[in-house]
RNA sequence: GGGGGGGUUCCAGAGCGGUCAAAUGGGGCAGACUGUAAAUCUGUUGGCUAAGCCUUCGGAGGUUCGAAUCCUUCCCCCCCCA
């Protein structure tokens, strides 16, 4: 009798055997993940399921460094490119999308892989996140409008009337996080708090982890070396095409702002360009930040691609 | 040759007799993180046998109870006149 597990309500009905097996590959921007995932994915027999938030979005290539197109065209890819910058997403709609993929994909195999650098989007994938209420993109609006006109102040004082528990949890300078904890009372009509309980959701298939890395010099002399190559294949061109939407979300990209600032006049392009340059070296340090609350996963040098396959069929 | 300005902690740049291991910014390092996540935010940043001590503010002397801060001198930068 095979393992079953019942599946939240929310879930694609189907149920799925534990001989599935989801291997995740993951690590800092310019580790070398695109390069690993074709072998990878040829060896288990499994599509590649990216999670790169940033590659979700089809008007970036350059800047986004998402894969070439032969190595697209040599393994089935999912989610790159399935979005427009002024489409609005979220980690609830990826997981979504995302499990009923792999409800299709274990259909063939008994693999697949997921591929890519957000932390948040691969913990989602895993182990699933508290059910939020919706709601409209004019409460978001709403509650932005007030944060400009009250600031800081205005909108901490309005969440700690709303969700005293949350309030004295959040950072009380990330006036993000407080909007969002605003949204989602006004939503719910109950405190953000109440809602975020993580839980951790149950997948009827086995995950196997690994993280890429590399010595830090090593790492950051690719990123240095990425920046100056996506500025020489395009990537101001790329930037500057997109120029009237530079205000949507998914143009608040590094690569992309940096270039911004400079056409209006913050600083100059080799400013710009140097700034690229750092700040995707701390984009890398943030992703090591995160990873490293995986303990199940294996950390390895991309090159060790036997020891990446060891880990991944369970061996490690 | 004459006149003026300046050399400060990784960098830029405040400080101008005690409250200075030295503001602030940058960079570095570390961290947080449940729907903006390549986003957003926080801490830390001379050394040590750490509520104390030691070594820092171009070099060397000096004044003073006490100097990054005042004086002398030397070295090095920059600007103006010649």
């Not at 790159?80 to 409800?103: F, M, P, R, T, W």
């Not at 528990?165 to 990330?174: E, S």
Request: aromatic letters at 10%; proline letters at 5%.
């Amino acid at each position: 009798m095979p393992f079953m597990v019942k599946m939240p309500a929310n879930s694609p009905t189907i149920f799925w055997m534990k001989s599935k097996c989801l291997l995740v590959i993951t690590g800092p921007t310019a580790v070398g993940k695109t390069e690993v995932s074709v072998e990878i994915a040829r060896h288990f027999r499994a599509e590649i399921i990216s999670a790169d938030a940033r590659q979700f979005y089809r008007e970036l290539h350059i800047g986004t460094a998402v894969p070439p197109k032969e190595v697209l065209a040599s393994v089935p890819h999912h989610f790159i490119g399935h979005l427009s910058i002024s489409d609005y997403y979220n980690v609830a709609l990826y997981e979504q999308e995302a499990l009923k993929l792999l409800d299709k994909l274990f259909r063939y195999s008994d693999y697949a892989l997921v591929v890519g650098g957000s932390g948040l989007y691969i913990d989602t994938l895993c182990r699933g996140i508290d059910p939020m209420p919706d709601h409209s993109a004019g409460l978001r609006k709403e509650v932005h409008q007030f944060y400009k006109a009250e600031g800081l102040a205005g909108i901490r004082a309005w969440l700690k009337q709303l969700d005293p528990d949350y309030f004295a949890q959040v950072d009380p300078g990330n006036p993000q996080r407080i909007m969002r904890a605003i949204e989602v009372c006004l939503a719910g009509g109950k405190p953000f708090s109440a809602m975020r309980v993580r839980n951790r959701q149950a997948r009827p298939f086995s995950i196997r982890h690994v993280v890429l890395n590399r010595p830090r010099a090593e790492l950051f002399s690719r990123i240095n070396e990425r920046v100056d190559n996506m500025i020489a294949d395009g990537l101001i061109e790329e930037a500057m095409g997109l120029f009237e939407y530079r205000h949507l979300n998914a143009l608040n990209t590094v690569g992309y702002r940096e270039l911004y600032g400079w056409v209006s006049n913050r600083h100059s392009l080799a400013d710009a360009i140097a700034k690229i340059k750092t700040n995707t070296r701390r984009y890398a340090k943030r992703q090591l930040t995160w990873f490293k609350k995986y303990e199940d996963a294996a950390w390895v040098h991309p090159e060790e691609t036997s020891t990446i396959l060891q880990h991944l069929e369970g061996k490690g």
